[in-house]
């Protein structure tokens, strides 16, 4: 069985400052772990991910995320904060070979940002 | 590249009507497909993965016959909501993935049953 825990169901950062999101996981078997951006009324953005290589993982729009298994962690972090990051992060882990590639969806964070 | 479409993006219907989802996988071609539902403030719940060419798998408690999924093609599956009522009004968004694990998500499909 495999679950995401999301610790902060919102996050309220001022512009320019920095963005910390906490997710920690379960798996029993070696998870690829995801974060996803989902704007308002909108799909899912692939930020980053890690599929067990380098466990510091760089996304897009300033986004990385560090793997800690000691920790069964995966929070997503960005130095400076920016007005078009005001959106809802999921945390997501997927274990292919015990669930045939399917997602397990952390409770996701809103994040605001203020001017 | 790795663009997933939905169509339609809204759709308003009356209730004991059916409605047919479309989810295309634009620059890939997508061995499986994942229809999820997303209800208001909420995070996504897995409603069924899809093969091409077989047979869906739905995730305990969704009904089979009332979410009826169609995977055609490498590049397309559907989801018909069949007799909806309004407690089928939500968000529904697919994914796809090819020979890669990481899945692609289409823009959502908002759906309000009057």
């Known amino acids: 069985a495999q679950s995401v825990t999301q610790l902060d169901s919102h996050v309220s950062v001022s512009e320019g400052t920095p963005v910390l999101l906490r997710c920690n996981y379960s798996?029993?078997?070696?998870?690829?772990l995801f974060w996803y951006v989902q704007h308002p009324n909108k799909g899912l953005q692939l930020l980053l991910k890690?599929?067990?290589?380098?466990?510091l993982v760089k996304g897009i729009n300033g986004f990385e995320a560090e793997f800690k298994k000691s920790e069964t962690s995966f929070h997503l972090t960005k130095p400076s904060a920016h007005m078009s990051d005001a959106a809802e992060y999921f945390c997501v882990v997927s274990t292919l070979k015990a669930a045939g590639n399917k997602l397990t969806f952390g409770g996701g964070t809103r994040v605001l940002v203020k001017p | 590249g790795a663009v997933v479409s939905q169509h339609p993006s809204r759709v308003i219907c009356k209730s004991g009507t059916s409605v047919k989802i479309e989810c295309r996988s634009l620059d890939f071609q997508a061995t499986t497909m994942f229809w999820y539902r997303q209800f208001p403030k909420q995070s996504l719940m897995l409603m069924a993965t899809s093969n091409e060419g077989s047979k869906a798998t739905y995730e305990q408690g969704v009904e089979k016959d009332k979410f009826l999924i169609n995977h055609a093609s490498l590049t397309l599956s559907t989801l018909t909501v069949t007799s909806a009522h309004p407690e089928d009004s939500s968000f529904y968004i697919c994914?796809?993935?090819?020979?890669?694990?990481?899945?692609?998500f289409g823009p959502g499909t908002r759906l309000l049953v009057l």
């Open positions: 890690y599929t067990s290589a380098a466990t």
């Open positions: 994914s796809a993935t090819g020979r890669l694990e990481t899945q692609y």
């Open positions: 798996s029993s078997y070696s998870p690829s």
